[in-house]
């Protein structure tokens, strides 16, 4: 299995940015798609965001799609979300995760790193 640390949460302010990472290590990267999911106390776990396994193919929820944007850099073991335009409602933790196929249900995913809180500010 593969191993995720997320990092680059924190508090911004509605409007800004935040780019959050997840390093992967224990396996090889390029064989999962990776994926971010966010969660409040309120709310069941949300898919945000997905990318496959060379980067080419992406998929968004409605609510982040043309704010958020996933990537990846498979020398690095990285997956990085970038995170514009941001609202209070983005306020979450959000997790990084990876599985063996293209999907966004979470159930897909085998893997999930600790999370890193996201905190957005009006």
């Known amino acids: 299995q593969v191993q995720l640390v997320e990092s680059g949460g924190g508090l911004v302010q509605a409007g800004g940015s935040l780019r959050l990472s997840c390093a992967a290590s224990?396996?090889?990267?390029?064989?999962?798609?990776m994926g971010w999911f966010r969660e409040d106390p309120k709310k069941e776990r949300e898919f945000v965001a997905s990318?496959?396994?060379?980067?080419?193919?992406?998929y968004y929820s409605d609510s982040v799609k043309g704010r958020f944007i996933i990537s990846r850099d498979n020398r690095k073991n990285m997956v990085y979300l970038q995170m514009n335009s941001v609202k209070p409602e983005d306020t979450a933790v959000y997790y990084c995760a990876a599985s063996r196929e293209l999907s966004t249900r979470s159930g897909t995913f085998g893997s999930w790193g600790q999370g890193t809180e996201v905190t957005v500010s009006s």
């Open positions: 990318i496959s396994w060379g980067g080419d193919i992406t």
């Open positions: 224990g396996s090889t990267f390029s064989t999962y798609v």
